[in-house]
Every structure is written in structure tokens, then in C-alpha cells.
């Protein structure tokens, strides 16, 4: 049995598609899954989860430009957070898919396909402990490495220290991201292309200098809420970054949303319980997954 954190084997990386991404897909013709994942982490923090859903679901993980990525983006890409959004709209509909499920986690990423992305491929959300609101970025950690951004060097010095075992470990890095902690290899995994390459570097700081207001979030928040797909909300009791009050404060915010609360974790649930979280998936999917057809954009 291969270990919950390496790379499943079997998966194959595609592209880059127009949108820019190379992207793991694990084929076949059940329903669409699409993950998506946050800041200085690639797609492997699925791998667990997509290799339980494989058998059953087309799994489909994009490696977005968060500083994890293998291959830079293009020079002219706009990696602002609204046109990303338009960016992951754009893969799908690259992709030709349609009645998707699109999952996020750590990145607030899923919301926003719906408002500003307006796709219309997505037939339902999963949200796993996320930004959401005006959480933009999200605490300490999330405002430190932005300001790294600013600095000469920044970024660079950012993801140097993040060698270390004791700093990636203290709480305003990634050690309030999981409660089990990032296993050292995976994490190695993760910040290698932003350590190794200036161009990554480039693309990650191209994200975390978008300069948006609270004001602005919250309207597009607010627009989220035409969505009338079924929403699942999957988040860690106790987060230290994505606060549980938004949790609840998300399952009224959608007309047909559902809350699975998920104990011993905070915001990694991938990492940290990766099988209560694959459970929770699965009787979603199995509910909302039949082959509807649905006017796509």
C-alpha cells in the first residue's frame, strides 16, 4: 500500500493547458472531481484522497501557480486572485468539462470559479477548511509570507528557512496548518521549485501582492450566494486560520449547503485526516454526482 502522502504512481501529468496549468488527471468516465489546493503546496496534498476516489470518479488536480508549481507560468499571466479564478474557469472549460465537483482546500479557490470566474461547469462545491469572506490572507502565516512579497529577497529567504524542520514548524509558518505536521519529505516536495527557481518565485509573488480590499471580498461573497448547487463544508474544529465561525457562517450563506465538522485537524485535513475526509467526499458524491445534463458556458 503506498504511503498516504507520496505521489499515486498511476497518475499521469498533462499539459500546459491554455490556462497555463499542468495538471494531474486520473481519467476514465466516472464523474469530474477537481481539487485544489493553497500556497507554497502542490497537488500532492490530494494524493491520499484522489486514491481512494480514483476507481469510481475522473480525478483532476491543476498545479497552480502558488509557488509549488513545476513549470513557470507564462510572463504576460495575470496571477491576481480574481484572475485566477478566471483562469481555473478557463481550464475547465479547456478540459470540456462540465457537471463538476471542485474542491478546495487551504485556498479559497472553489468560491471564487462561481463569483468572479462565473463557471458554470461547476455543479457542486466542496469547501475543506478554507479562506473564505474577507480572509484574504489568512493570518499570521498568510500575512507574513505577504509581505515577503515586498521585500528585495523575499521570498527567496521565505522558503530558505522553510528548510528547516523547527521553523516550518512554528505557528506563523506551517505549524498551525496540521496538527500532525507536514510530513518532511512532502513538504521538501513542495517548496523545491520556489527554492530553485526564480521564475516560480516570480509567480508566487505575483499572487501574494494582490491588493484587494475587504470591501471587495465581501462583495463577491455576496455574489457566491446565487449558487444554488449542493455546497459541502468540511472544516477542522480546531482551525487556527480558517476560524469555525465562518463554517457556520458558510452553510447559511449558500441556499443548499451542508456542514461535516472534522475533529483532531486544522486546516490540512488532507494531512490530517485524510480518511474521514475521503468518507465525507464520497457520500457527497455518491448523493450529487448522477449524469444531469447542465447548460455550460
Not at 499515486?8 to 464523474?31: I, K, Q
Not at 485544489?36 to 502542490?42: F, K, P, S, T
Not at 494524493?47 to 476507481?55: F, G, I, T, Y
Not at 450566494?225 to 457562517?249: C, F, N, Q, S, T
Request: overall charge neutral.
Amino acid at each position: 500500500m503506498p504511503s498516504p502522502v507520496e505521489p499515486e504512481p498511476r497518475r499521469r501529468l498533462e499539459g500546459p493547458t491554455e490556462a497555463g496549468f499542468l495538471y494531474s488527471d486520473t481519467g476514465g468516465d466516472g464523474p469530474v472531481v477537481v481539487f485544489l489546493h493553497g500556497v507554497l503546496m502542490n497537488g500532492t496534498l490530494w494524493s491520499q484522497v484522489v486514491d481512494d476516489l480514483r476507481h469510481r470518479y475522473r480525478c483532476i488536480v491543476p498545479e497552480l501557480p502558488f509557488g509549488a508549481h513545476p513549470r513557470p507560468m507564462p510572463e504576460t499571466a495575470d496571477l491576481s486572485l480574481g484572475s485566477l479564478a478566471k483562469l481555473i474557469a478557463d481550464f475547465l472549460k479547456e478540459l470540456q468539462l462540465s457537471d463538476v465537483t471542485l474542491v478546495c482546500n487551504d485556498w479559497g479557490g472553489a468560491q471564487l470559479v462561481v463569483w468572479p470566474g462565473r463557471s458554470t461547469r461547476v455543479a457542486n462545491l466542496v469547501l475543506v477548511s478554507c479562506e473564505a469572506f474577507d480572509n484574504y490572507p489568512p493570518g499570521l502565516p498568510g500575512r507574513l509570507l505577504r509581505l515577503s512579497a515586498f521585500l528585495p529577497g523575499g521570498i527567496f529567504l521565505a522558503v530558505q528557512s522553510l528548510r528547516s524542520r523547527r521553523i516550518r514548524r512554528l505557528s506563523f509558518t506551517f505549524g498551525s496548518l496540521s496538527k500532525k505536521g507536514v510530513p518532511d519529505h512532502l513538504f521538501m516536495n513542495w517548496i523545491a521549485p520556489a527554492r530553485h527557481d526564480s521564475r516560480i518565485r516570480h509567480d508566487l509573488g505575483k499572487y501574494l501582492r494582490t491588493a484587494l480590499t475587504s470591501r471587495q471580498l465581501l462583495e463577491w461573497a455576496g455574489r457566491q450566494k446565487d449558487y444554488r448547487g449542493p455546497v459541502l463544508i468540511v472544516w477542522a474544529r480546531d482551525d487556527r486560520l480558517m476560524p469555525p465561525a465562518h463554517a457556520e457562517r458558510l452553510v447559511t450563506h449558500f441556499p443548499n449547503a451542508e456542514l461535516a465538522w472534522i475533529d483532531d485537524s486544522r486546516t490540512l485535513i488532507p494531512i490530517d485526516q485524510p480518511e474521514i475526509l475521503t468518507g465525507h467526499l464520497r457520500r457527497f458524491l455518491d448523493a450529487h454526482t448522477s449524469s444531469v445534463e447542465r447548460e455550460t458556458d
